[in-house]
C-alpha cells in the first residue's frame, strides 16, 4: 500500500518566536516533524502524515485488442459513426446500461472465444479494463 505525505505547517506566535542565541536550533525530532529557527525568530514547522494512495499497475492490451473491443461496443451500444470510443472511455459515460454492459461482455466471448466470470464482468467500468481482462483471459487459456 502507498503512503503520501500531507504537510502541515503551523506557525508560532511572536512571543514565542524570539529565543536567546543558545536555543537556536534546526531539528528533525521524528521522522515526521521538522523545524527551522533563527536567532532572532522561529520559522515555520512542518509536521507530515501518512496518507493512503490507491493506484492500480497493470500490463495494457494491446493496441489491436482495445480496438477490437471499441468496435464491439460501439456496435452493442449503436452508437453514431462519429462517436469516438477510446480505451478510456466508460460505458457509463457512453449510455450504457447494465443490460448493455451484459451484452457487451457477451459480444466479447463470442469475438474472442473466453469465458468471463460475473465477478471479473463487474469490474469492467472502461474499454481499457476490458481489453486488459481480454487479453489475461486469452493468456490463461494459451496456457
Not at 492500480?56 to 471499441?70: L, N, P, R
Amino acid at each position: 500500500m502507498a503512503h503520501s505525505l500531507a504537510a502541515a505547517v503551523s506557525f508560532s506566535p511572536p512571543a514565542a518566536r524570539r529565543r536567546p542565541p543558545s536555543q537556536v536550533t534546526n531539528a528533525i525530532s521524528s521522522r515526521g516533524l521538522v523545524s527551522f529557527n533563527s536567532q532572532r525568530m522561529s520559522f515555520v514547522s512542518i509536521r507530515s502524515r501518512p496518507s493512503q494512495l490507491r493506484f492500480k499497475i497493470c500490463c495494457s492490451a494491446k493496441k489491436e485488442t482495445v480496438d477490437k473491443v471499441c468496435k464491439i461496443v460501439k456496435t452493442q451500444l449503436a452508437l453514431p459513426d462519429g462517436t469516438t470510443v477510446t480505451g478510456e472511455s466508460k460505458f457509463s459515460e457512453l449510455g450504457a446500461d447494465s443490460l448493455d454492459t451484459v451484452e457487451i461482455v457477451m459480444g466479447l466471448e463470442e469475438e474472442f472465444n473466453i469465458t468471463v466470470d460475473e465477478t471479473s464482468a463487474q469490474d469492467i467500468a472502461t474499454v481499457q479494463d476490458a481489453a486488459n481482462l481480454i487479453e489475461k483471459l486469452v493468456l490463461e487459456k494459451a496456457a
